[in-house]
């Protein structure tokens, strides 16, 4: 990755802390579960995109993960896949969701990272994006296939524009690369907590505990878990032993359930209300549970 591809970095991030630094330090000290929310930006469109960003920020969400739509997503599942479809053929494109995370940074307080694969960054240069991503507001980014080992350049382009860098981690990650990846990381590490790709599961999986086990070790960064997460018991379990949950399929889907529909952001944000609450079933949005819902 130009920039991004010239060995290990040696230097030190910015000492002031992050927007997502904060917004971790808050979680620790109210004692409770942060939740990191996932959207595919342009599904359905950018338009309502935005509204949905904002009403996740009014749900409670701690951190808005935005992902921008490429053409190979070969880590997402079939949710996110077809949300990536949906994207695309609407005219997202990176431009076009950096201009949205710039439209609604005003009305937003929770920090955005974006997520991305490398392709969409090489094409408009790593400086470029940079650039862009600074003027936009956006807090920080993951490139999810930039090897730990490859990522230090592309890591110091992001720091001296104030962007954290957010390192991917999984079961099959190396107990060094787990400690590169807190060298270069800042804001928080995500971990994978089941291998393949992404999508809903009925249960955490059995190793997340002993994943985020590894990571404190390598780190003192805040400890982020996805991948499977989509009710208010897997955000409780996740609790026990890792500073936030990550949701993506499971919202994925409930936007995709509404599509077009007048009460799409009305359903974007009582689900995401109901994952930070105690699951009763005076808190259940009826739809989230709907069998012909596949996630």
């Known amino acids: 990755m130009s920039t991004a591809s010239h060995g290990s970095s040696t230097r030190k991030g910015p000492t002031v802390p992050s927007s997502i630094s904060n917004a971790f ?7 409770r579960t942060g939740l990191v929310t ?17 009403a996740l920020d009014r749900a409670g969400a701690d951190v808005l993960e935005v992902g921008i739509p490429f053409s190979e997503p070969l880590a997402d599942g079939p949710v996110i ?28 307080k929770a920090p955005i990272v974006l997520f991305t694969y490398a392709n969409p960054v ?19 980014v993951l490139v999810l296939d930039l090897p730990i080992e490859e990522a230090g350049g592309f890591r110091d382009a992001m720091a001296d524009r104030d962007i954290d860098m957010i390192f991917l981690l999984s079961p099959t990650t190396t107990d060094a690369r787990m400690k590169e990846a807190a ?92 994952l930070k609450s105690d699951g009763s079933k005076e808190q259940d949005p009826s739809y989230v549970r709907r069998p012909g819902l596949a996630l």
């Open 25 to 31: 330090a808050r979680i620790r000290a109210e004692k």
């Open 38 to 54: 996932y959207v595919t930006a342009g599904d359905p469109d950018l338009a309502r995109s935005a509204d949905i960003l904002r």
């Open 81 to 108: 896949q077809r949300a990536t479809e949906r994207a695309l053929a609407a005219g997202a494109t990176a431009a076009g969701v950096l201009d949205l995370v710039e439209r609604v940074r005003p009305d937003v």
């Open 122 to 140: 090489l094409r408009m240069g790593v400086d470029a994006f940079g650039d862009r991503a600074r003027d936009a507001g956006v807090d920080g």
């Open 183 to 274: 060298r270069l990381g800042r804001g928080f590490l995500y971990g994978i907590s089941r291998l393949g790709v992404t999508g809903t599961r009925d249960k955490v999986a059995d190793g997340a505990e002993a994943l985020a086990s590894r990571m404190r070790k390598a780190t003192s960064l805040p400890i982020a878990l996805g991948f499977g997460i989509s009710s208010p018991e897997h955000v409780r379990q996740i609790g026990r032993f890792a500073d936030a949950a990550v949701v993506g399929s499971g919202l994925v889907g409930v936007i995709a359930e509404a599509g077009q529909s007048p009460d799409l952001i009305e359903r974007v944000e009582s689900y995401v209300r109901w």
